[in-house]
């Protein structure tokens, strides 16, 4: 009987102690999900939404990332290769880099989010080119931040074509002169002239964001608040001296019998 007694006791005590801590889990969960409940998403001005018509080639594919150690949320839609896992394996570090530079350093209390969106895919030659936007925002913020985000990829090569393999520089033809030109056409006037605002050296690197689309250059602001910005947009033919000429001809990106519209 003693045994029996003993044995009901302890049942007795483990049951009272599964319902502590189911009582204490369901706390919990109500407080996460109140978090993200609270956490109001800012509504964005941008028509902002996934590309939805693309090659056959190609599937949209997405990333969700929650991390409740450093308050952050990243989500991501890009575009996915069936043939090319090369193509797919840099599309990942493209994303990695983007989502890393967001992502806070230390633990607050502050939520942010980063959203990314591809909107826009072109060919020329064996260039692919897609298009991204990309929005973050920091709770307490007075408004989100948006900017463009471009990914180019060579078919054949199959690797990522960055904006300082397409275009060089030299003592002669240096970043400085190609911003007088490009700045200098831009605003209808000549690089003598000494046109200096608009883009900078500074801002041409690996990185920049960039597309060459219809025997034109196009280049993205690299951050921009709350508006659309500014892009730079000069004839291919205007700055064909700083671009590689083997690329060129790989991507199309020189038309010799276009006419030049300044």
């Given at each position: 009987m003693k045994y029996i007694l003993l044995l009901i006791l302890l049942i007795s005590i483990s049951c009272n102690q599964i319902n502590q801590n189911s009582e204490s889990g369901s706390r919990q969960s109500d407080r996460l999900k109140s978090d993200t409940q609270n956490f109001a998403i800012p509504t964005t001005a941008l028509p902002l939404e996934p590309l939805k018509i693309f090659p056959p080639s190609f599937v949209l594919d997405s990333t969700f990332i929650e991390d409740t150690t450093f308050n952050f949320t990243s989500i991501v839609y890009f575009l996915k290769s069936n043939k090319d896992d090369e193509l797919n394996k840099s599309m990942k570090q493209f994303i990695r880099h983007e989502v890393d530079l967001e992502k806070p350093e230390n633990k607050t209390s502050d939520q942010s989010l980063i959203e990314v969106w591809v909107t826009k895919m072109t060919?020329?030659?064996?260039?692919?080119?897609?298009?991204?936007?990309?929005?973050?925002?920091?709770?307490?913020?007075?408004?989100?931040?948006?900017?463009?985000l471009t990914f180019d990829y060579d078919i054949m090569k199959k690797k990522r074509i960055l904006f300082t393999d397409i275009f060089k520089f030299s003592k002669g033809k240096s970043k400085q002169s190609f911003c007088n030109e490009l700045n200098g056409y831009l605003n209808g006037m000549d690089a003598s002239d000494g046109y200096r605002d608009g883009l900078t050296p500074k801002e041409i690197n690996r990185d920049l964001n960039y597309a060459v689309l219809d025997g034109r250059l196009i280049v993205y602001p690299n951050y921009c608040c709350a508006d659309e910005s500014k892009t730079f947009t000069v004839d291919l033919q205007l700055i064909k001296d700083y671009i590689d000429p083997v690329l060129a001809k790989d991507y199309g990106l020189i038309y010799p019998d276009r006419t030049t519209n300044r």
């Open positions: 060919t020329s030659g064996n260039l692919i080119s897609i298009l991204f936007r990309k929005q973050t925002y920091t709770e307490g913020a007075a408004h989100y931040n948006h900017e463009f």
